[in-house]
């Protein structure tokens, strides 16, 4: 395991990189087709729905969902720094509100959100993986907790919308859980700046359905696929650390 992609899973690093940065936005920048994407998923919620993000960071993501109508965003992160600095930043925008929060250990009441949203944040949980393919002990504890979390506070039918480049075979395996209780699909949405995002949808008290996922489940099998993946990758990378490394390089 690279020591050099262990830091996205730590606080310190983030406190740090915040105490000097103003806006860095993982996934790349042009919101524009993610916001597209993401109203029409949201359609059938009122705009004044609350909607809770978590690992916000200081991406324009939460403002940019104000400017698209959404009146009442709580922004959360880990960092005491980043969430200090978003909310002088936002002052004057009333409905953006801002909280230290662990995604792990979220304490709001059950069935509390209709709608959550989490962008690149799970990437960073798994970006010290050697592969893929499989999620180690430490990735899965910080996984596992954050989705038992998320799908206690979501309300019924309510939706959790997690933003990423990672694809399906990766990413669907981890999310298409019985025990969550919730349904999953994803959109692909095309964007001319960037790589393709990916963003899966969680919708609650659905029945888990994967009629036509069951190629990307298939795909997502980690012992057939790991032996070759770790002959063709170099595990110490920075691109492999995390893939999000690769945006901050070309596309900011
Ligand atoms: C890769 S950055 C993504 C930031 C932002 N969402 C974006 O898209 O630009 C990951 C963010 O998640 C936050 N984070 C990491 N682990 C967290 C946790 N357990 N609970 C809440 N926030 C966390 C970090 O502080 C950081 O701001």
């Known amino acids: 395991m690279s020591d050099n992609a262990k830091k996205y899973s730590d606080v310190n690093y983030w406190n740090k990189r915040y105490e000097s940065e103003d806006h860095f936005e993982w996934l790349g920048v042009g919101h524009e087709p993610l916001l597209d994407e993401m109203e029409h998923i949201l359609s059938s919620f009122p705009r004044d729905t609350p909607v809770l993000i978590l690992g916000c ?8 969902l104000l400017h698209r109508g959404f009146t009442d965003i709580l922004s959360t992160d880990y960092s005491r720094i980043c969430i200090q600095n978003q909310r002088a930043q ?9 909280d230290v929060m662990d995604m792990t250990r979220i304490p709001l009441p059950d069935q509390s959100f209709s709608i959550v949203i989490e962008k690149a944040t799970i990437d960073g949980f798994l970006a010290h993986e050697p592969s893929p393919w499989r999620v180690g002990v430490e990735a899965k504890e910080l996984l596992d907790a954050s989705l038992r979390e998320i799908s206690r506070i979501l309300k019924p039918h309510g939706r959790f919308l997690s933003v990423t480049f990672r694809q399906p075979h990766f990413r669907l395996p981890l999310m298409a859980r019985m025990d969550l209780k919730w349904n999953v699909s ?8 960037s790589f393709h995002f990916y963003i899966y949808q969680m919708t609650k008290d659905q029945p888990l359905d994967l009629s036509g996922l069951e ?8 012992s057939q696929n790991d032996n070759d993946y770790q002959r063709v990758a170099s595990s110490d990378s920075e691109d492999e650390d995390f893939v999000m490394s690769i945006s901050s390089n070309i596309l900011t």
């Open 186 to 193: 994803f959109h692909e949405v095309l964007s001319p700046n």
């Open 215 to 222: 190629h990307f489940l298939r795909l997502g099998d980690a």
């Open 90 to 98: 936002f002052a004057h925008e009333p409905g953006l509100k801002w």
């Open 57 to 64: 960071g200081n991406s324009r993501l939460s403002v940019d």
